[in-house]
């Protein structure tokens, strides 16, 4: 929903804990007003579209419930919420919680001081609903008081007479048009409706924020309004100012005797150099470098480089670059980085194939890496936020890798926002850990210092350690239905300086390996550190399946499923610690409310051991447990233990033919719907 230069009311709320607050303690989840509600704390705003759980709402949830906040503009020069007192980015996802009815709100301004609001109602079950806004158009006059004063000046009246002051570029009425030349093709009717409405803007705008994909090539080639060959939030702009007819067409539509004329000038690469200027380059040759980069971009905005999938590059290079992409290349290496990207924003490398080497990426924002084949090749990504790694392929061969054993296929160093979705990697592992030197990826992904990260829907195998492992913080992020196989440690872990606060792991399945979770800390507390977390983190309906016999673990695994002993697994001494560091004292472990419902720990080893502060969701199945356990399990488990330390050949349910039937056995036990038989 969009209000064009309206403001809420004072309201209190209590929302997103996600967003750091400076006077809240790290990881606080609490009632807490943010003191907005003011229409004095923002200047006039421009662009916006803001969505809960993906909908324009009204959205219902229970208290305590987390939610999605996404968020995408165009054209804006700031932006500001009412869940964080800070300036906003222009697009963006995060997670928190909500314990009360909100109107959520996010409002920006453009160049020419223009407004527009979005809101978004959620209420929670049980509480007064959130109310819509209500009230009129109004200039803010007074200057905010000193501790709400935001960055941005004051308004200033737009001199823009070609869209209605209530309806900007970002503004679209319930209204819908007819494509404004269908002899060329329907451009802006995604939904293939046989008209332009705001559900072709939505699906347009969830492709780009790597939520979907388009289902069809013609719902690409729609969504190209400006016939750049790209879709992005220039075609979001254009489709929206020709709903509320501030432009009669579309760029694409112009035409020249019935056909489309080239928008980009495409420039061919035939040898290796340096482009420092705008445009869309195609490599129509192999090209190769015996040292360095072959082709650097660099100091410059707008470059697409493209091959025909056939083409390969030794390697490429982005530095300083504004809006940038890779398709469709093959990137050799051959031992190097055959791609390094460094202080750039707004960035695609999508349908690449590269081998050998690694990929190097360093203070940039907005990347999204998609549906590219990683072969022997890693990923690794330094003080970067806001990447979107979707639906590539990554495959380990130590015989052909630059150096037979390394550390992750995936690893993420100091961000924010980061999201791993949808991804295959193999790790090129027997899955045995031994401690010398196994080949293949210790892990399949790590996270360093992460905040906010999202890794879901992903397919992780043939690993001698870890899955998923963190190493250093992890905060406020989300481990979700991950399909973990032969892995040689344990699914999901970390220890080193490792910290855990406000963290959801759910619906993950690990199978074949000694552990399905292991946590601790390694190492003392370094400069900035306050003590030693794992605090506010929920497991829940996480599953074991086929867990190994310690004799599996050559390392000498105990007979525990899992392990949360964060004090007892403080590996250190005096004589350990670096320079920066020092042992903890008794009072600076931190360790409470851990909610732990419905995971299937698995009944053929031991339950798992924990340190304090854990909670009992409920539901949870675990093997022999010890007098005073923390946690009431269940004995009834899905899993078998193996002897095998290779790949297992468990069955899924959905792999089960649709006539699959088992008989009753004892009484009505596994007859969910009452139909005298066990089925699908």
């Known amino acids: 929903m969009k209000i064009p230069y309206q403001w809420l009311g004072a309201v209190f709320i209590s929302i997103f804990a996600v967003i750091v607050i400076p006077s809240m303690a790290v990881g606080q989840v609490s009632n807490y007003d943010f003191g907005f509600g003011e229409d004095s704390i923002f200047a006039p705003s421009f662009s916006v579209d803001l969505k809960i759980n993906g909908s324009n709402g009204p959205v219902e949830v229970s208290a305590g419930e987390r939610v999605v906040v996404s968020w995408l503009?165009?054209?804006?020069?700031?932006?500001?919420?009412?869940?964080?007192?800070?300036?906003?980015?222009?697009?963006?996802?995060?997670?928190?919680?909500?314990?009360?009815?909100?109107?959520?709100?996010?409002?920006?301004?453009?160049?020419?001081?223009?407004?527009?609001?979005?809101?978004?109602?959620?209420?929670?079950?049980?509480?007064?609903?959130?109310?819509?806004?209500?009230?009129?158009?109004?200039?803010?006059?007074?200057?905010?008081?000193?501790?709400?004063?935001?960055?941005?000046?004051?308004?200033?009246?737009?001199?823009?007479?070609?869209?209605?002051?209530?309806?900007?570029?970002?503004?679209?009425?319930?209204?819908?048009?007819?494509?404004?030349?269908?002899?060329?093709?329907?451009?802006?009717?995604?939904?293939?409706?046989?008209?332009?409405?705001?559900?072709?803007?939505?699906?347009?705008?969830?492709?780009?924020?790597?939520?979907?994909?388009?289902?069809?090539?013609?719902?690409?080639?729609?969504?190209?309004?400006?016939?750049?060959?790209?879709?992005?939030?220039?075609?979001?702009?254009?489709?929206?100012?020709?709903?509320?007819?501030?432009?009669?067409?579309?760029?694409?539509?112009?035409?020249?005797?019935?056909?489309?004329?080239?928008?980009?000038?495409?420039?061919?690469?035939?040898?290796?150099?340096?482009?420092?200027?705008?445009?869309?380059?195609?490599?129509?040759?192999?090209?190769?470098?015996?040292?360095?980069?072959?082709?650097?971009?660099?100091?410059?905005?707008?470059?697409?480089?493209?091959?025909?999938?056939?083409?390969?590059?030794?390697?490429?290079?982005f530095s300083n670059i504004q809006r940038f992409s890779l398709k469709n290349c093959i990137l050799s290496g051959p031992k190097n980085n055959p791609l390094t990207i460094l202080n750039s924003t707004d960035g695609e490398i999508s349908g690449n194939t590269l081998t050998h080497g690694w990929v190097h990426v360093e203070g940039t924002k907005n990347l999204i890496v998609r549906d590219n084949t990683f072969s022997s090749t890693l990923y690794q990504q330094y003080h970067t936020d806001n990447t979107l790694i979707e639906r590539n392929i990554f495959t380990f061969d130590s015989t052909k890798a630059h150096s037979p054993s390394v550390v992750a296929n995936i690893s993420l160093n100091n961000g924010t926002n980061n999201r791993i979705l949808g991804n295959t990697t193999d790790g090129g592992s027997n899955g045995i850990f031994n401690n010398l030197g196994t080949p293949g990826a210790d892990d399949s992904i790590v996270l360093y210092n992460q905040t906010g990260a999202i890794v879901e829907n992903n397919t992780l195998q043939n690993v001698w350690d870890c899955a998923i492992e963190n190493s250093g913080t992890l905060e406020r992020s989300f481990i979700k239905n991950n399909t973990i196989k032969n892995v040689g440690y344990c699914g999901i872990g970390g220890w080193y300086w490792s910290n855990w606060k406000n963290n959801t792991v759910s619906g993950n399945t690990v199978e074949d390996a000694p552990r399905l979770f292991q946590f601790g800390r390694d190492y003392g507390i370094r400069s900035g550190e306050n003590g030693v977390y794992f605090s506010d983190n929920i497991f829940e309906r996480n599953t074991f399946l086929k867990p190994r016999l310690s004799g599996i673990f050559t390392s000498g695994a105990d007979s525990g499923s899992s392990s949360f002993s964060i004090q007892k697994f403080l590996a250190i001494s005096t004589s350990g610690l670096t320079d920066d560091e020092r042992l903890p004292s008794g009072n600076e472990f931190f360790l409470s409310n851990n909610r732990f419902t419905a995971n299937d720990f698995s009944t053929s080893r031991s339950a798992p051991t924990f340190s304090i502060g854990v909670v009992d969701g409920g539901g949870n199945i675990c093997g022999t447990t010890p007098s005073g356990y923390p946690l009431k399990c269940g004995t009834v488990s899905v899993n078998v233990q193996t002897n095998a330390p290779t790949t297992s050949t468990y069955t899924s349910v959905a792999d089960l033919p649709d006539s699959f039937e088992k008989p009753l056995v004892c009484g009505q036990k596994g007859d969910i719907n009452n139909d005298g038989r066990i089925t699908k």
């Open 73 to 317: 503009t165009e054209g804006a020069a700031k932006c500001r919420s009412n869940f964080s007192s800070r300036d906003m980015t222009m697009r963006n996802t995060v997670a928190g919680r909500v314990t009360r009815s909100v109107t959520v709100r996010f409002a920006c301004i453009n160049d020419a001081r223009e407004r527009l609001d979005d809101f978004v109602l959620v209420n929670v079950r049980g509480t007064a609903p959130a109310v819509v806004p209500t009230l009129p158009p109004q200039a803010i006059t007074d200057t905010p008081p000193v501790s709400a004063q935001p960055s941005i000046t004051a308004p200033t009246t737009s001199t823009n007479t070609s869209i209605p002051a209530d309806q900007t570029a970002g503004f679209v009425p319930d209204l819908f048009k007819i494509s404004p030349c269908p002899a060329l093709g329907n451009f802006g009717d995604v939904t293939d409706d046989k008209k332009i409405t705001k559900k072709d803007l939505d699906v347009i705008r969830s492709v780009i924020l790597g939520l979907s994909s388009f289902s069809n090539d013609a719902q690409k080639k729609n969504a190209d309004v400006n016939g750049d060959g790209k879709v992005d939030t220039l075609d979001i702009q254009f489709i929206r100012r020709y709903l509320i007819n501030a432009d009669t067409s579309f760029p694409v539509c112009a035409s020249d005797a019935g056909s489309i004329p080239p928008l980009v000038t495409t420039t061919t690469i035939s040898e290796c150099g340096t482009i420092q200027k705008g445009g869309t380059y195609s490599i129509v040759s192999d090209l190769s470098s015996p040292s360095g980069s072959c082709i650097q971009v660099k100091d410059t905005t707008d470059v697409t480089i493209a091959c025909d999938g056939k083409k390969t590059v030794s390697s490429v290079e």
